[in-house]
């Protein structure tokens, strides 16, 4: 009983909470008809938001107007970068991932160029680079082989008794990020600076470094997400990751972690991501029009940070 | 927040008078630096293409200029108050759709929608205030809401505007092209109401410092309410000046305006925090873009792809010379 309790007073159980209900709405309405294909259908989706949104994670934890903008952008251009090198060779799939990678940090690394030189808010920083990004994607992406090559297409959909694989090391990825956030020096400066960030500039805290790092590994994130997105759909696009920008800062926020910073939590943005793609999957299989179905996406999305709420500005 | 402020006036009052001179002219450039680059886009513009310098060529030019000024208006008020609206592009296309329907069909039901989704847009500023949300997670949730209103009240492209707003877009004043005249008379209105009446004080107090309003008595509630409430309006009418612009609707029309209208807000000299904002900045800010992303770029003969780059260039060279001239200011 007693476990019970402190289970319920953890800020993240209650996206899981959610996830678990849309779901048992959801095979309630089917008569349990695709219970199992829906969860894996969700681990393989929710994979792609819990990539970028333990990026923003990082990034809203520095603290009030932090926040990265570029996300989808970032996505975009990675995947074209990542689908050029591969060039449809499995070869070449070691190759493009890094690629991606690296496009992706450039992008966080001039992303807090800008924060730094001009002295501008990250939203504006952000921003900015992200209408460069979008022409450069567009303009870079004009006839490009755009397919991934077959064994990285196999690989990004890659299931083991009903269980993505890539899930799995997303799994083994945030447990990694949770350890970076809570036990290591880079995390405990990313949370001091977002409580207070002059008590940690002067407690030694190297801040610029801490905020170069954290924008770059958001980038970093997105590159590498831009690239499993093509694999797994088979395709890259412009829009490919125009979804994630509402997507990576609503998991961050419905995952528990505070959006006045100094505050994060891994575990909720799982939660939160499941909570998402399940919701999604519902209202599909409610057969809803497309209208009704970002209508009630976005109700919920207020409704949950209403209720969640109660904390101070993101900026 | 920013403890170098106080230390940077304590050292002005200190200062000669030959240096408060040079620090009121680098004050001026700041003030100057929207009109300035809007001379700067001009002048290009007038070098690569002198015809394009005449009533007829400003008025092709900046088309879409009074919708694009209209929204970036609408999000000043709400960064006035130290907020975001990342769903003003929604809803504009939003109010789009229901112009193109609703208001040619039906007008005094299409009215009443207007209406009550600017009281929609109060109601979320009271939310925020009441429960203290971050308001880039509210609009950004906004944003998906409108845009399905708008794909539930249009779902193919299509419908056709009002007449009588037809007929009003398309006024041919004398001498002087009608955008023009719109945006001086949209930045002058702003202007006299949020910078010279007593309740625009206030209005920008609510930015500049919540705490020492609400101290003094005024309700930080209804600032919000008004805020949010007057960025309502603004957003329905770009709006209806869109559709009056481009006859029919559709269900995205206006999904580029969020952040070209945070962009506009922030060139013409708008800050983030502090409620320090300028309506004729902003409207200058959304005339630069509007300048700056197509005409100038199609006459240097730049491939359209590279458009949206242009602005982010822009934004950012501007924001550069910002900072030069404030490092003056120390």
Same mark, same amino acid.
């Not at chain 1, 949770?178 to 400066?189: C, K």
């Not at chain 1, 954290?214 to 990751?241: E, K, M, P, Q, W």
């Given at each position: 009983?007693?476990?019970?309790?402190?289970?319920?007073?953890?800020?993240?159980?209650?996206?899981?909470?959610?996830?678990?209900?849309?779901?048992?709405?959801?095979?309630?309405?089917?008569?349990?008809?695709?219970?199992?294909?829906?969860?894996?259908?969700?681990?393989?989706?929710?994979?792609?938001?819990?990539?970028?949104?333990?990026?923003?994670?990082?990034?809203?934890?520095?603290?009030?107007?932090?926040?990265?903008?570029?996300?989808?952008?970032?996505?975009?251009?990675?995947?074209?970068?990542?689908?050029?090198?591969?060039?449809?060779?499995?070869?070449?799939?070691?190759?493009?991932?890094?690629?991606?990678?690296?496009?992706?940090?450039?992008?966080?690394?001039?992303?807090?160029?800008?924060?730094?030189?001009?002295?501008?808010?990250?939203?504006?920083?952000?921003?900015?680079?992200?209408?460069?990004?979008?022409?450069?994607?567009?303009?870079?992406?004009?006839?490009?082989?755009?397919? $991934?090559? $077959?064994?990285?297409?196999?690989?990004?959909?890659?299931?083991?008794?009903?269980? $993505?694989?890539?899930?799995?090391?997303?799994?083994?990825?945030?447990?990694?990020?949770?350890?970076?956030?809570?036990?290591?020096?880079?995390?405990?400066?990313?949370?001091?600076?977002?409580?207070?960030?002059?008590?940690?500039?002067?407690?030694?805290?190297?801040?610029?470094?801490?905020?170069?790092?954290?924008?770059?590994?958001?980038?970093?994130?997105?590159?590498?997400?831009?690239?499993?997105?093509?694999?797994?759909?088979?395709?890259?696009?412009?829009?490919?990751?125009?979804?994630?920008?509402?997507?990576?800062?609503?998991?961050?926020?419905?995952?528990?972690?505070?959006?006045?910073?100094?505050?994060?939590?891994? $575990?909720?943005?799982?939660?939160?991501?499941?909570?998402?793609?399940?919701?999604?999957?519902?209202?599909?299989?409610?057969?809803?029009?497309?209208?009704?179905?970002?209508?009630?996406?976005?109700?919920?999305?207020?409704?949950?940070?209403?209720?969640?709420?109660?904390?101070?500005?993101?900026? | 927040?920013?403890?170098?402020?106080?230390?940077?006036?304590?050292?002005?009052?200190?200062?000669?008078?030959?240096?408060?001179?040079?620090?009121?002219?680098?004050?001026?450039?700041?003030?100057?630096?929207?009109?300035?680059?809007?001379?700067?886009?001009?002048?290009?513009?007038?070098?690569?293409?002198?015809?394009?310098?005449?009533?007829?060529?400003?008025?092709?030019?900046?088309?879409?200029?009074?919708?694009?000024?209209?929204?970036?208006?609408?999000?000043?008020?709400?960064?006035?108050?130290?907020?975001?609206?990342?769903?003003?592009?929604?809803?504009?296309?939003?109010?789009?759709?229901?112009?193109?329907?609703?208001?040619?069909?039906?007008?005094?039901?299409?009215?009443?929608?207007?209406?009550?989704?600017?009281?929609?847009?109060?109601?979320?500023?009271?939310?925020?205030?009441?429960?203290?949300?971050? *308001?880039?997670?509210?609009?950004?949730?906004?944003?998906?809401?409108?845009?399905?209103?708008?794909?539930?009240?249009?779902?193919?492209?299509?419908?056709?505007?009002?007449?009588?707003?037809?007929?009003?877009?398309?006024?041919?004043?004398?001498?002087?092209?009608?955008?023009?005249?719109?945006?001086?008379?949209?930045?002058?209105?702003?202007?006299?109401?949020?910078?010279?009446?007593?309740?625009?004080?206030?209005?920008?107090?609510?930015?500049?410092?919540?705490?020492?309003?609400?101290?003094?008595?005024?309700?930080?509630?209804?600032?919000?309410?008004?805020?949010?409430?007057?960025?309502?309006?603004?957003?329905?009418?770009?709006?209806?000046?869109?559709?009056?612009?481009?006859?029919?609707?559709?269900?995205?029309?206006?999904?580029?305006?969020?952040?070209?209208?945070?962009?506009?807000?922030?060139?013409?000299?708008?800050?983030?925090?502090?409620?320090?904002? *300028?309506?004729?900045?902003?409207?200058?800010?959304?005339?630069?873009?509007?300048?700056?992303? *197509?005409?100038?770029?199609?006459?240097?003969?730049?491939?359209?792809?590279?458009?949206?780059?242009?602005?982010?260039?822009?934004?950012?060279?501007?924001?550069?010379?910002?900072?030069?001239?404030?490092?003056?200011?120390?």
């Amino acid at each position: 009983m007693a476990s019970v309790k402190s289970l319920l007073t953890k800020p993240w159980i209650w996206s899981f909470l959610g996830a678990l209900l849309v779901w048992l709405a959801t095979i309630a309405f089917t008569g349990g008809y695709g219970a199992g294909g829906m969860v894996t259908a969700a681990l393989s989706l929710a994979v792609f938001t819990v990539i970028v949104g333990v990026g923003q994670m990082f990034v809203i934890t520095l603290g009030p107007g932090n926040v990265d903008l570029s996300l989808p952008a970032n996505i975009g251009l990675a995947s074209a970068v990542a689908m050029k090198v591969m060039d449809g060779n499995d070869s070449m799939i070691v190759v493009g991932l890094l690629a991606a990678l690296a496009c992706g940090a450039a992008v966080g690394a001039a992303n807090y160029l800008l924060i730094w030189a001009l002295r501008i808010p990250p939203i504006i920083a952000t921003l900015s680079a992200s209408f460069i990004i979008q022409s450069i994607d567009i303009s870079y992406g004009r006839g490009l082989q755009i397919k $991934p090559p $077959p064994g990285f297409a196999d690989f990004a959909n890659w299931q083991i008794l009903g269980i $993505p694989v890539l899930a799995i090391l997303t799994v083994l990825f945030t447990i990694g990020a949770a350890i970076a956030l809570q036990r290591m020096i880079y995390g405990r400066s990313v949370l001091a600076i977002g409580q207070n960030i002059r008590a940690a500039w002067l407690a030694g805290v190297n801040v610029g470094r801490i905020r170069f790092l954290t924008y770059t590994l958001s980038g970093a994130l997105g590159g590498i997400d831009g690239a499993l997105l093509a694999g797994y759909f088979r395709g890259a696009n412009v829009d490919i990751g125009n979804e994630y920008l509402l997507a990576s800062i609503a998991v961050v926020v419905i995952g528990g972690t505070s959006v006045a910073g100094g505050k994060a939590n891994v $575990p909720g943005v799982w939660g939160a991501a499941l909570f998402l793609v399940l919701l999604l999957t519902m209202l599909n299989t409610f057969g809803v029009s497309a209208g009704v179905r970002l209508l009630l996406t976005g109700l919920i999305i207020v409704g949950v940070i209403t209720a969640a709420g109660g904390q101070k500005a993101l900026r | 927040m920013r403890p170098e402020m106080t230390a940077a006036s304590l050292d002005t009052a200190a200062r000669t008078s030959a240096e408060r001179g040079a620090l009121a002219r680098a004050r001026l450039l700041r003030g100057l630096l929207p009109a300035l680059s809007l001379a700067l886009v001009l002048l290009a513009i007038a070098w690569l293409n002198p015809r394009a310098i005449s009533y007829f060529g400003f008025s092709l030019m900046l088309n879409l200029a009074i919708p694009i000024a209209l929204a970036t208006i609408a999000q000043m008020f709400v960064i006035a108050g130290n907020e975001l609206d990342l769903s003003i592009g929604t809803f504009v296309g939003f109010v789009g759709c229901v112009t193109a329907t609703w208001l040619k069909d039906a007008p005094l039901i299409g009215v009443a929608i207007l209406l009550g989704s600017i009281g929609v847009y109060a109601l979320l500023g009271a939310l925020i205030h009441l429960r203290n949300l971050p *308001s880039i997670v509210v609009t950004l949730g906004m944003s998906f809401v409108w845009q399905g209103l708008a794909i539930l009240v249009l779902p193919k492209p299509g419908g056709k505007a009002p007449d009588w707003l037809l007929g009003l877009m398309a006024f041919k004043p004398p001498f002087v092209p009608f955008p023009i005249i719109a945006a001086l008379l949209i930045g002058l209105i702003v202007h006299f109401g949020l910078m010279r009446t007593s309740y625009g004080v206030i209005l920008r107090g609510s930015g500049g410092n919540p705490a020492a309003l609400a101290r003094a008595g005024w309700s930080l509630l209804k600032t919000k309410i008004v805020l949010f409430a007057l960025a309502g309006l603004f957003g329905v009418l770009s709006g209806m000046a869109l559709i009056g612009i481009t006859t029919s609707a559709d269900a995205n029309i206006g999904n580029g305006y969020t952040l070209l209208a945070i962009a506009g807000v922030i060139l013409g000299g708008g800050e983030f925090v502090g409620g320090r904002v *300028s309506p004729i900045g902003a409207v200058i800010g959304a005339l630069t873009l509007a300048l700056a992303a *197509s005409p100038l770029l199609t006459f240097m003969h730049i491939p359209p792809d590279w458009q949206v780059a242009a602005n982010g260039a822009i934004l950012i060279i501007v924001l550069a010379a910002r900072v030069l001239i404030s490092r003056k200011e120390r």
